[in-house]
């Protein structure tokens, strides 16, 4: 009965034969639709890079988070024009590396893809270039921390 539901209308018992193996061409385009636009635990294909490029990306990722941990206290033993402008790279950029990540985890297919990884660029951009007219323009991120923690 179950399989009478599942051949098609005037179709006989034939389709039991190696025809129901074959996924139908409808069937196939669908499910390259709706396969992931890339996997990044698999190799590494040509042009996208190579494990040492990942690694040293690695290195430099745990690299700027020690320099952010080193920042914080010269922040506030020594704050200046050059801890503030630092400050503001470094969280920048370490910023950027994590929501970039986050992309990575959650934006599947090509277009959301270039779609998201632009606004990351944009915000990072304007992330940076808003941190820095602070520094010039106001207090700096020392000053405004210290006088946050003073309230």
């Known amino acids: ?3 009478a539901l ?3 209308r005037g179709a006989g018992l ?3 034969g190696s025809a129901l193996l074959r996924r139908p061409a409808a ?3 669908a499910a390259a639709r709706c396969a992931p636009a890339r996997d990044s635990h698999g190799p590494a294909r040509q042009g996208h890079g190579t494990s040492k490029a990942a690694s040293l ?3 430099g990722e745990r690299a700027v988070g020690v320099v952010v941990l080193g920042l914080l206290p010269a922040a ?3 704050p200046g024009p050059a801890v503030d402008y630092s400050l503001a790279a470094a969280l920048t950029l370490h910023g950027h590396w994590g ?3 986050v992309i990575t985890d959650y934006v599947h297919g090509d277009v959301p893809i270039k779609v998201a ?3 990351l660029y944009i915000l990072s951009a304007l992330t940076f270039a808003g941190l820095c007219h602070f520094n010039y323009h106001d207090v700096g991120i020392c000053k405004a921390v210290a006088m946050l923690w003073s309230l």
Do not use: D, F, V
Request: charged share 5%; glycine share 12%; hydrophobic share 50%.
């Open 1 to 3: 009965m179950a399989l």
């Open 6 to 8: 599942l051949r098609p």
């Open 14 to 16: 034939a389709l039991l």
């Open 27 to 29: 069937l196939g385009a």
């Open 57 to 59: 990306h690695w290195t």
């Open 76 to 78: 506030y033993l020594y």
């Open 99 to 101: 929501l970039g990540q």
């Open 117 to 119: 990884n632009t606004g």
